[in-house]
């Protein structure tokens, strides 16, 4: 792998995707306060302390040699992990009392999800004041559009390689008690603008460190597992490099957590993932990950899940599997002669490849390796797969599936995830 190739051809991607309005690379930190202060003089800072007060800090005082004053006067506290909903409506209040001239959400995934589902029931309260009304795809633009009402401005700041939050029309929201997690996919909750300085991660544990890789992997592989038509080759493009930048550089951090030409290098690939997922969608894994919240984090889960899935879709994806297989055969994680295999002999022989390079970095490979699960998980995912709201990742699937049939395909798919058996999938 040449893997400084790979991240000059990530950066062009990147100016390419988001141009101006995203400052991303080793020391742009301070271009937070930049952004803030071009949409007015009152920034709603939103920030935990764990891992990520000293950067807090470089935002808050970049902010304020701009002349933007703390909305508040302090920092407020973010979003646990998988962005309860109840936190959702606690930052809702912060939005409602201070009125800010933009939201600054400085964190990871949650946290950024959580201040934009914020913003839309501080924006559109009036409308539907209850976040389960805009779950789906698009409900956001048409409630503004029939209001006339805008969201305020947010300036998110990463400080973790994971979920592409900051770049994308995403926003997952967590019900704790139903173990069970949701989403608002809208173009008008993008971040108009953003900050990822690569270095913050290098003071991220490990483990935050695994699930952003798989996280990465999952959301290009998804994509591109979906792709087709005239959009292939630039999907084939930016996902393949995400995927193959995220692979060379996982053993990498893992010897060496706080190099940050290593940290650069996942953190381009993390971002890939995201400009993957705003030109195509995530499908099979991404949505059972939905209902494994309460047991393990988003990123293991949808990277546990998705070499089953490659089974289910092999036959209809040769052509992307030829192509991913040779970056993980690159890696040594595959030694079959991937061009002599086909459908579903093929599918196993890449499956194969993710596995064994999940266990060389310590995630997790089977759902009975995880603590907490049990058949209920099984049963909660595929009950959420028939929900309505999640329709779209379905939909998104290589080969759709319909409510009808999840039992059916679905089933044995999550059957062969819990004892770690390709054997027990059934292709259409």
Known sequence: MDLERLKDKAR?????????????????????????????????????????????SVVVESLQARGAALAGGRIWPGARPNAPREDVYRMESYILHFKPDCIVPIGGGSTIDAAKAADVLATLGGYEADIDAYFGTGLVTKALKETGKSLVPIVAVQTSASSGAHLTKY?????????????????????????????????????VTVDGVMDAISHCLEVFYGASGEAFDKVAEVALTGIELAVGYAKKVLSAPRDLEVREGLGLATDLGGYAIMIGGTNGAHLTSFSLVDITSHGRACGLMNPYYTVFFAPAIERQLKLLGEIFKRAGYVDEDLKALRGRELGVAVAKGMVAFAKDIGAPTKLADLPGFSDEHIKRALEAAKDPQLEMK???????????????????????????????????
């Open 12 to 56: 062009r991607l990147l100016l390419e995707f988001k141009g101006e309005n995203y400052a991303f690379g080793l020391g742009v930190l301070k271009m937070a306060g930049e952004f803030g202060a071009s949409f007015g003089k009152s920034a709603l800072v939103i920030s935990n302390a764990t891992h990520v007060e000293s950067v807090a």
């Open 171 to 207: 926003s997952n929201v967590t019900d704790p008690i139903a173990g069970q997690k949701k989403l608002i996919v809208d173009d008008a909750i993008v971040p108009p603008k953003a900050v990822f300085d690569y270095g913050v991660t290098a003071s991220m544990p490990l483990g």
């Open 394 to 428: 379905l939909k998104n699937m290589p080969v759709p599936l319909s409510a009808d049939l999840v039992d059916e395909y679905m089933a044995p798919i999550l059957e062969a995830a819990k004892v770690g058996d390709f054997t027990l999938i059934k292709n259409m």
